[in-house]
Every structure is written in C-alpha cells, then in structure tokens.
C-alpha cells in the first residue's frame, strides 16, 4: 500500500542523499519525493511516497532516526493528512483546437501559464487523481512535456510538525520522537 512519511532535516548539503542511500540499500523504492525549506530556513522537510506495508514503514521510520541530521519523522495517515501535487503541462494548441484546451482547462480549475503560437502550458494542482484525469483529457491534443512534483503533505487540525512547537510543549523530549 502507498504510504507517506513527512521527515524533518537539517538543510546541508549531502542530507538527501544520505536519506535516499538508505533507502537504496534497503531495497526500497521511492515513488515520489518533494523537498523544500520549512518555515525555519535552517530545516527542510522531505515529503516520502513509497510502497510499503506497516512492518516495513516502522523498519524504516527507525532506521531514519539513526540517521545524524534527523530531526523528525512522521508517517501520515490518509485521513488524519492531505496531499496536493503540482503539474504543469505544455500541450500542443494550434488555433483550430486552443478553446477546446481552455475548456478542459476551465473544467480543472488549471491555469495557463505560457502561450506560443502553437502551445499552451497549463499549471495544475490538486489531488493524483485530478492530475490523471487531465492529462488524460489532454492525450488527444498531444502532451509535448510534462512535469510533475510528487505529492507534498500536511496533517489536517492542529497537529504541526516543526521543532518550534515541539519544544515550546511541556515534556516534550527529542530523543522519545526518536523511538
């Protein structure tokens, strides 16, 4: 089953190649992976789609901790979290077929982002499904590129994943986050 591990880091060079060489060794693979600085420019967060079943995500979840510039990991639940991606897409879109592009568009709530005579590029964002779905509309017109990010994710409600608020939590220990 698909699951999804947020995972906090210090922001240094050769972090994510640590992470992802202990994947690699393990014989896991990664189905998507976003990076980017958190709220603290010093922490970046890495977002992990993998498939796995429980027992391997604990193995893994431990095996990160072991790992020095780990701050934090989290597995995210599909109800307790939600995930977005972006895409974008340049579609061929000669005049005869451009309104019926922007129709679909439209429809998806995607945004055109470049125009050429002959292309459109179209920005998307939403769940892997709504991607799927309009890529598969826009077969048809002919997908010249596309690009898309992986899922990033976030827990629903008041749960927040920094440091910041770990530390400011009475009996909060950094080592018990850790096990």
Known sequence: ???????LVENRAGVLNRVTS???????NIESLAVGITEDPVISRITITLESDNEQ???IIRQLHKLPDILMVRQLQPEESFSRELVFIKVHAEA????????IVDIFRGHIIDVS?????????GKED?????????EPFKILEMVRTGPIAIERGQRVM???SLEQSSG???EEEKT
């Open 117 to 125: 005579s002959s292309t459109l590029t179209i920005e998307l964002s």
């Open 22 to 28: 202990l994947f690699a060794r393990r014989g896991y």
């Open 96 to 103: 005869a077929t451009r309104t019926q592009v922007l129709q």
């Open 57 to 59: 995500i604990r193995q």
């Open 172 to 174: 909060y220990n950094m």
């Open 162 to 164: 920094n440091l910041t």
């Open 1 to 7: 089953m698909l699951q999804r591990l947020a995972v």
């Open 130 to 138: 709504k991607i799927d779905a309009l890529q598969h509309l826009l």
